[in-house]
Structure formats: C-alpha cells, structure tokens
C-alpha cells in the first residue's frame, strides 16, 4: 500500500526537477545570447548586451524563485536532511 507520505515524497522529487530545468533552460538562453553577441555561436538568446544585462537580471529572480520553491517543495514533501 502506498501510503500518503510516499505519494508528497515522489511530487516534491517531481516538482523540484522541474524547478531544476526551468532554472537550466533559462540560463542555456542566456549563455547561447551572450556567446551570439560574442560572435561566439550562430543564433537564439537576446540580440543586445542591454538585453543580455536584463535576461541576467530575469534569470537571477527567476533561480532565486526556484530554489526557494525546491526548499519549500521538499519540506513539504518530508524530502529535507535532518
């Protein structure tokens, strides 16, 4: 029998990955921009350093967000060291 416990367990787990590849994907934009401004990489990501400037800021809220929510998910989720 799969007891509640378990179930909070495997959506934390599930949750916090998905926090883990929105923080990557966004990060990936970032870097392929840059590298593009750079004369670095062909194509994707912002097309000043202005707007490079403002995705770093966007991503910095954006990770900061996520990993709050990965603590708060795996609290939740009885996921935390002790």
Known sequence: ???IKEIKSTIAVAIA???GFIIALIWKDIIV???TLAGLWLAGGPTTWMGAG???VVALVI???SVLGIIYISKWGGLAQK
């Open 1 to 3: 029998m799969v007891t």
């Open 33 to 35: 921009g840059i590298m």
């Open 63 to 65: 990770t900061v967000i």
């Open 17 to 19: 990955a998905a926090f």
């Open 54 to 56: 403002v995705a770093i």
